[in-house]
């Protein structure tokens, strides 16, 4: 069955420290792929998203994720995390058999230590 | 600034008395989805409309329900909030390709 792996359910940095999300999914060709944030409270909002060409993309908020074939993953990185990114962060993917809806990870929570 | 608009923010009912969220858009976007989400999971799809077609998902309870009117509104009704009803609800948009979506802020429903 089709899914999104997020491993991490809560990760805590130091404000200023450099971030990375992991996202690995299953899927049976090249997906297009999504990073959302939520904040406590709040709706999900684009953070950014891969449909093809290069595999390093950047998003709003100072945001990039990469996108790697071979590893089936798609992580979310930022170098230096800010206090206001204590947040959820979903990873998903179109379902197959219908590409206008979309799979959610379980969501990483995103703790930053002052 | 095109967006997704739900009203009211907050809503709290009571036990069995029918509610009703709204959802409003700006994006003109084809597709219209309602999920439900429970503290500290992702979204769960209930349905989404593509233009006029109703699609329910499988697991989602009769006693939720919901109209679109037109393209640039969609309801969600519960006829009989159970407490297990008590969530976030939240709205979204999309164009129906390669599963980009857009969402409201959400409705925070308590039943009492």
């Known amino acids: 069955a089709q899914s999104v792996t997020q491993p991490d359910i809560h990760i805590t940095v130091s404000e200023g420290a450099s971030l990375e999300l992991r996202c690995n999914y299953s899927y049976g060709a090249t997906p297009y792929l999504f990073w959302y944030v939520q904040s406590p409270g709040q709706g999900l909002q684009l953070l950014l998203k891969y449909f093809s060409g290069d ?16 590893q089936s993953s798609f992580n979310l990185r930022k170098p230096s995390v ?7 962060y979903f990873c998903a993917v179109p ?19 002052p | 600034d095109a967006m997704v608009i739900q009203n009211p923010r907050y809503q709290v009912t009571q036990f069995g008395k029918p509610v009703t969220l709204s959802c409003s858009q700006t994006l003109n976007h084809n597709v ?23 699609n329910n998902e499988a697991d989602t309870p009769d006693n939720f ?3 679109r009117p037109n393209t640039s509104f969609c309801f969600l009704d519960i006829r009989s909030p159970g407490l297990g009803d ?7 948009t999309g164009t129906g390709l390669a599963g980009e979506q857009y969402f409201g802020p ?7």
């Open chain 2, 32 to 54: 219209m989805y309602w999920y439900q989400q429970k503290s500290s999971q992702a979204p769960k799809l209930l349905f989404h409309y593509y233009d006029k077609d109703f």
């Open chain 2, 86 to 92: 008590a969530a976030m609800y939240l709205c979204a």
């Open chain 1, 55 to 70: 595999t390093l993309v950047q998003g709003i908020k100072g945001f990039e994720a990469e996108f790697k074939r071979s």
């Open chain 2, 106 to 112: 959400g409705t925070r429903l308590t039943v009492t």
């Open chain 2, 65 to 67: 329900q919901s109209r």
């Open chain 1, 82 to 88: 800010h206090w206001s990114d204590a947040a959820e």
């Open chain 1, 95 to 113: 379902l197959m058999d219908s590409s206008y809806k979309l799979i959610f990870g379980s969501g990483t929570r995103l703790l930053v230590r």
